[in-house]
């Protein structure tokens, strides 16, 4: 299961924005999103890296993690 850590990310709101660019990718991909360490799980079969940049592109800062 790929993990993120996702600086900016502060509300539920960010949760549902950062799922919706997941979901762009791997529409049966499942989210577990932690706000008080940053860290996001994604569980899907897409690649790291394509999750990562859908992530990006929504506005948000994502490292490996």
Same mark, same amino acid.
Request: glycine content about 4%.
């Given at each position: &299961?790929?993990?993120?850590?996702?600086? *900016? &990310?502060?509300? *539920?709101?960010?949760?549902?924005?950062?799922?919706? !660019? =997941?979901?762009?990718?791997?529409?049966g991909?499942?989210?577990?999103?932690?706000?008080? +360490?940053?860290?996001?799980? =994604?569980? +899907?079969? !897409?690649?790291?890296?394509?999750? !990562?940049?859908? &992530?990006? *592109? !929504?506005?948000?800062? =994502?490292?490996?993690?």
């Open positions: &299961m790929p993990a993120f850590r996702v600086t *900016d &990310m502060t509300c *539920d709101g960010c949760i549902r924005a950062l799922t919706a !660019a =997941v979901k762009d990718v791997d529409p991909a499942t989210l577990q999103a932690n706000l008080d +360490s940053k860290q996001v799980q =994604v569980n +899907s079969p !897409a690649a790291p890296d394509a999750l !990562a940049e859908a &992530m990006r *592109d !929504a506005g948000f800062t =994502v490292e490996a993690g």
